[in-house]
């Protein structure tokens, strides 16, 4: 198990930017962010693989998120610039330590951090 902390999140207004970062234990094979509104399915944000830098990102939010993995220390970033309301949810950072296909798909990540809330009012 990787151990996984969460920092970041909080309350912007619409348009606005916020930063959420998550710090990694050992050898991390690919890293992820995903977020779970009330009532909803956690959902994929964006995921980045170690080994080339490969990103993916959720449709909905291409353009104004930008993942990043500083690998030295490896500490995840997710920079979410164009806030909507609709991004308002609980944030978690999620990671492997093996391979895995299904970026997108929870159920293949085997780490989680407990979570940061972004809340963007209108």
């Known amino acids: 198990q990787v151990q996984l902390v969460e920092s970041g999140g909080g309350s912007v207004q619409a348009g606005g930017s916020l930063s959420l970062s998550c710090a990694a234990s050992g050898y991390i094979y690919r890293m992820a962010w995903f977020r779970q509104a009330p009532g909803m399915e956690r959902e994929a944000v964006a995921a980045?693989?170690?080994?080339?830098?490969?990103?993916y990102y959720d449709d909905s939010v291409k353009g104004r998120f930008t993942i990043t993995l500083y690998k030295p220390n490896n500490t995840l970033y997710l920079q979410m610039n164009s806030l909507k309301p609709e991004d308002t949810a609980v944030y978690y950072c999620?990671?492997?330590?093996?391979?895995?296909?299904?970026?997108?798909?929870?159920?293949?990540?085997?780490?989680w951090g407990p979570g940061t809330q972004v809340t963007v009012s209108s």
């Open positions: 980045v693989y170690t080994s080339d830098g490969t990103t």
């Open positions: 999620a990671a492997n330590r093996n391979y895995a296909a299904r970026w997108y798909d929870a159920a293949t990540y085997r780490s």
